[in-house]
Protein backbone atom coordinates (compact mmCIF):
# COMPACT_ATOMS: atom_id res chain seq x y z
CA UNK A 1 0.00 0.00 0.00
CA UNK A 2 2.71 2.47 1.12
CA UNK A 3 4.35 1.62 -2.07
CA UNK A 4 1.67 2.56 -4.00
CA UNK A 5 0.84 5.43 -2.70
CA UNK A 6 4.49 6.58 -3.20
CA UNK A 7 4.38 5.89 -6.54
CA UNK A 8 1.72 7.77 -7.26
CA UNK A 9 3.01 11.00 -5.47
CA UNK A 10 5.88 10.26 -7.85
CA UNK A 11 3.88 9.76 -10.49
CA UNK A 12 1.89 12.90 -10.23
CA UNK A 13 5.48 14.78 -9.90
CA UNK A 14 7.12 13.84 -13.33
CA UNK A 15 3.48 14.41 -14.87
CA UNK A 16 4.28 16.72 -18.11
CA UNK A 17 1.15 18.75 -16.35
CA UNK A 18 0.68 22.68 -17.77
CA UNK A 19 2.81 24.47 -15.38
CA UNK A 20 1.78 27.79 -13.78
CA UNK A 21 5.16 29.90 -13.11
CA UNK A 22 4.11 32.35 -10.02
CA UNK A 23 7.36 33.82 -8.38
CA UNK A 24 5.17 36.47 -6.64
CA UNK A 25 5.60 36.25 -2.47
CA UNK A 26 2.56 36.02 -1.02
CA UNK A 27 2.16 37.92 2.23
CA UNK A 28 0.44 34.80 3.72
CA UNK A 29 -0.29 31.43 3.28
CA UNK A 30 -1.69 28.74 5.21
CA UNK A 31 -3.06 24.96 4.48
CA UNK A 32 -4.91 22.55 6.38
CA UNK A 33 -4.22 19.02 6.00
CA UNK A 34 -6.62 16.16 7.32
CA UNK A 35 -5.57 12.20 7.45
CA UNK A 36 -8.18 9.37 8.22
CA UNK A 37 -7.18 5.20 8.48
CA UNK A 38 -10.24 3.45 9.59
CA UNK A 39 -10.31 -1.03 10.06
CA UNK A 40 -12.36 -3.67 10.85
CA UNK A 41 -12.16 -7.43 11.70
CA UNK A 42 -10.31 -8.75 14.24
CA UNK A 43 -9.32 -5.24 15.52
CA UNK A 44 -11.26 -2.03 14.80
CA UNK A 45 -9.18 0.98 15.17
CA UNK A 46 -10.26 4.65 14.33
CA UNK A 47 -7.11 7.47 13.68
CA UNK A 48 -7.61 10.68 12.97
CA UNK A 49 -4.85 13.33 11.61
CA UNK A 50 -5.22 16.99 11.52
CA UNK A 51 -3.38 20.05 11.53
CA UNK A 52 -2.62 23.83 10.16
CA UNK A 53 0.38 24.98 9.11
CA UNK A 54 1.12 29.23 8.07
CA UNK A 55 3.18 31.69 6.95
CA UNK A 56 3.35 34.96 7.01
CA UNK A 57 5.88 37.23 4.94
CA UNK A 58 5.87 41.21 5.99
CA UNK A 59 8.59 43.67 5.43
CA UNK A 60 10.50 43.80 9.01
CA UNK A 61 9.01 40.18 10.12
CA UNK A 62 8.60 36.48 8.90
CA UNK A 63 6.35 33.80 10.90
CA UNK A 64 5.15 30.79 10.99
CA UNK A 65 2.64 28.91 12.79
CA UNK A 66 1.88 25.07 13.32
CA UNK A 67 -1.11 23.09 14.84
CA UNK A 68 -1.35 19.84 14.86
CA UNK A 69 -3.24 16.57 16.67
CA UNK A 70 -3.86 13.09 16.55
CA UNK A 71 -6.05 10.61 17.96
CA UNK A 72 -6.50 6.70 17.71
CA UNK A 73 -9.37 5.05 19.41
CA UNK A 74 -9.04 0.91 19.30
CA UNK A 75 -11.73 -1.59 19.77
CA UNK A 76 -10.64 -5.04 20.77
CA UNK A 77 -12.56 -8.52 22.02
CA UNK A 78 -12.05 -9.09 25.68
CA UNK A 79 -11.60 -12.95 27.18
CA UNK A 80 -15.10 -12.55 27.73
CA UNK A 81 -16.13 -12.10 24.33
CA UNK A 82 -17.40 -8.36 25.26
CA UNK A 83 -15.47 -5.74 23.03
CA UNK A 84 -13.30 -3.43 24.67
CA UNK A 85 -12.92 0.43 23.45
CA UNK A 86 -10.13 2.50 24.82
CA UNK A 87 -7.75 5.39 23.42
CA UNK A 88 -4.29 4.24 22.32
CA UNK A 89 -3.06 7.71 20.56
CA UNK A 90 -4.18 11.21 21.99
CA UNK A 91 -1.28 14.20 21.15
CA UNK A 92 -1.68 18.08 20.32
CA UNK A 93 1.11 19.91 19.67
CA UNK A 94 1.50 23.78 18.50
CA UNK A 95 4.30 26.33 17.81
CA UNK A 96 5.16 29.68 16.57
CA UNK A 97 7.97 31.43 15.54
CA UNK A 98 8.70 35.18 14.94
CA UNK A 99 11.99 36.09 12.96
CA UNK A 100 12.74 39.75 12.68
CA UNK A 101 14.67 41.19 9.46
CA UNK A 102 18.11 42.79 9.93
CA UNK A 103 19.72 45.28 7.50
CA UNK A 104 20.17 41.72 5.29
CA UNK A 105 16.86 40.19 5.30
CA UNK A 106 18.44 36.83 5.14
CA UNK A 107 19.80 37.39 8.71
CA UNK A 108 16.99 37.52 11.28
CA UNK A 109 16.40 37.45 15.05
CA UNK A 110 13.69 34.86 16.39
CA UNK A 111 11.49 33.87 18.73
CA UNK A 112 9.83 30.66 19.31
CA UNK A 113 7.32 28.97 21.57
CA UNK A 114 5.79 25.59 21.40
CA UNK A 115 3.64 23.22 23.59
CA UNK A 116 3.26 19.47 23.22
CA UNK A 117 0.67 17.29 25.05
CA UNK A 118 0.83 13.90 24.43
CA UNK A 119 -1.16 11.71 26.73
CA UNK A 120 0.16 8.13 26.21
CA UNK A 121 4.13 9.87 26.34
CA UNK A 122 6.29 9.74 29.15
CA UNK A 123 5.30 13.47 29.62
CA UNK A 124 2.18 15.00 31.08
CA UNK A 125 3.11 18.54 28.97
CA UNK A 126 6.21 19.81 27.28
CA UNK A 127 6.62 23.81 26.08
CA UNK A 128 9.52 25.63 25.45
CA UNK A 129 10.67 29.22 24.60
CA UNK A 130 13.71 30.31 22.77
CA UNK A 131 15.48 33.14 20.70
CA UNK A 132 18.46 34.07 19.03
CA UNK A 133 20.12 33.41 15.38
CA UNK A 134 18.25 32.79 12.04
CA UNK A 135 19.43 32.81 9.22
CA UNK A 136 18.39 31.96 5.36
CA UNK A 137 22.00 29.89 4.11
CA UNK A 138 19.82 29.36 0.47
CA UNK A 139 16.94 31.08 -1.93
CA UNK A 140 16.44 29.90 -5.51
CA UNK A 141 13.20 29.17 -7.41
CA UNK A 142 13.85 25.25 -6.16
CA UNK A 143 16.05 25.75 -2.79
CA UNK A 144 15.50 27.15 0.54
CA UNK A 145 17.43 26.33 3.41
CA UNK A 146 17.31 27.85 6.72
CA UNK A 147 18.65 27.52 10.26
CA UNK A 148 17.65 28.84 13.60
CA UNK A 149 19.75 28.68 17.15
CA UNK A 150 19.83 30.35 20.94
CA UNK A 151 19.11 29.29 24.36
CA UNK A 152 15.73 28.95 25.65
CA UNK A 153 14.14 27.48 28.58
CA UNK A 154 12.00 24.42 28.79
CA UNK A 155 9.12 23.39 31.25
CA UNK A 156 8.32 19.87 31.74
CA UNK A 157 6.32 17.92 33.86
CA UNK A 158 5.90 13.90 33.61
CA UNK A 159 3.13 11.79 34.13
CA UNK A 160 4.45 11.21 37.93
CA UNK A 161 3.81 15.13 38.48
CA UNK A 162 7.87 15.37 38.62
CA UNK A 163 9.27 19.11 37.13
CA UNK A 164 12.27 18.88 34.56
CA UNK A 165 12.15 22.39 33.93
CA UNK A 166 15.88 23.00 32.47
CA UNK A 167 17.98 25.65 30.47
CA UNK A 168 18.31 24.56 27.28
CA UNK A 169 19.87 24.79 23.55
CA UNK A 170 17.35 24.75 20.98
CA UNK A 171 18.33 24.53 17.34
CA UNK A 172 16.28 23.56 13.82
CA UNK A 173 16.59 23.84 10.08
CA UNK A 174 13.93 23.74 7.39
CA UNK A 175 14.38 22.66 3.98
CA UNK A 176 12.41 22.98 0.81
CA UNK A 177 13.01 21.38 -2.54
CA UNK A 178 10.40 22.47 -5.25
CA UNK A 179 10.67 19.25 -7.28
CA UNK A 180 8.43 20.45 -10.13
CA UNK A 181 5.22 22.68 -10.02
CA UNK A 182 2.95 19.96 -8.99
CA UNK A 183 5.46 18.42 -6.22
CA UNK A 184 7.23 19.32 -3.32
CA UNK A 185 9.80 17.53 -0.70
CA UNK A 186 10.19 19.14 2.96
CA UNK A 187 12.76 18.44 5.69
CA UNK A 188 12.40 19.63 9.03
CA UNK A 189 14.65 19.18 12.34
CA UNK A 190 15.00 19.82 15.52
CA UNK A 191 16.69 19.66 18.63
CA UNK A 192 16.14 21.11 22.21
CA UNK A 193 19.50 20.01 24.44
CA UNK A 194 18.78 20.45 28.37
CA UNK A 195 20.54 18.89 31.26
CA UNK A 196 17.68 16.63 32.06
CA UNK A 197 16.17 15.95 28.53
CA UNK A 198 16.92 16.27 25.19
CA UNK A 199 14.17 16.14 22.87
CA UNK A 200 14.25 16.12 19.27
CA UNK A 201 11.86 16.32 16.26
CA UNK A 202 12.21 15.38 12.37
CA UNK A 203 10.01 15.34 9.87
CA UNK A 204 9.93 14.57 6.07
CA UNK A 205 6.70 15.13 3.75
CA UNK A 206 6.93 14.68 -0.43
CA UNK A 207 3.84 16.78 -1.89
CA UNK A 208 1.83 16.31 -4.82
CA UNK A 209 -0.82 18.36 -6.40
CA UNK A 210 -3.81 16.77 -7.22
CA UNK A 211 -6.05 19.00 -8.14
CA UNK A 212 -6.40 22.93 -7.88
CA UNK A 213 -5.66 23.80 -4.35
CA UNK A 214 -5.91 20.53 -3.16
CA UNK A 215 -2.57 17.71 -2.70
CA UNK A 216 -1.77 14.68 -1.09
CA UNK A 217 1.20 14.50 1.24
CA UNK A 218 3.13 11.29 2.63
CA UNK A 219 5.05 12.11 5.81
CA UNK A 220 7.35 10.83 8.10
CA UNK A 221 7.85 12.00 11.66
CA UNK A 222 10.40 10.99 13.96
CA UNK A 223 10.04 12.38 17.79
CA UNK A 224 12.37 11.77 20.53
CA UNK A 225 13.25 12.30 24.25
CA UNK A 226 16.03 11.11 25.79
CA UNK A 227 14.75 11.11 29.33
CA UNK A 228 11.65 8.66 30.20
CA UNK A 229 10.45 5.77 31.95
CA UNK A 230 11.90 2.25 31.44
CA UNK A 231 8.50 0.77 29.95
CA UNK A 232 8.13 3.95 27.76
CA UNK A 233 9.84 4.15 24.07
CA UNK A 234 12.36 6.68 23.48
CA UNK A 235 11.69 6.97 20.03
CA UNK A 236 7.98 7.17 18.59
CA UNK A 237 7.26 8.02 14.64
CA UNK A 238 4.54 8.34 12.42
CA UNK A 239 3.89 7.54 8.58
CA UNK A 240 0.79 9.20 7.55
CA UNK A 241 -1.07 9.66 4.06
CA UNK A 242 -2.90 12.43 4.17
CA UNK A 243 -4.71 15.51 1.53
CA UNK A 244 -3.94 18.82 2.20
CA UNK A 245 -6.05 22.06 1.32
CA UNK A 246 -4.49 25.32 0.54
CA UNK A 247 -6.21 28.14 1.61
CA UNK A 248 -4.31 30.88 0.93
Known sequence: MKK???ASLVAISLSPAV???DDEVKPFTMEGELGFISTSGNTETTSISAGIQAHQELEKWSNDYVL????KQETVEGDDGEDIEFTSAQKFFGSAQG???LANPDNRL???ASYEDDRFSNFNYQATVAAGWNQKVLENKRHTLEYSIGPGYSFIETQDGENLDSVIVRASSAYSWKISDTAKFTQTVSTEVGSDNTKSRAESALTATISGNLSMRLSFKLDHNTNV???VEKLDT???????YNFF
Open 68 to 71: KGLY
Open 238 to 244: ETAVSLV
Open 99 to 101: NYK
Open 229 to 231: EDD
Open 110 to 112: FGF
Open 4 to 6: QVL
Open 19 to 21: FAQ
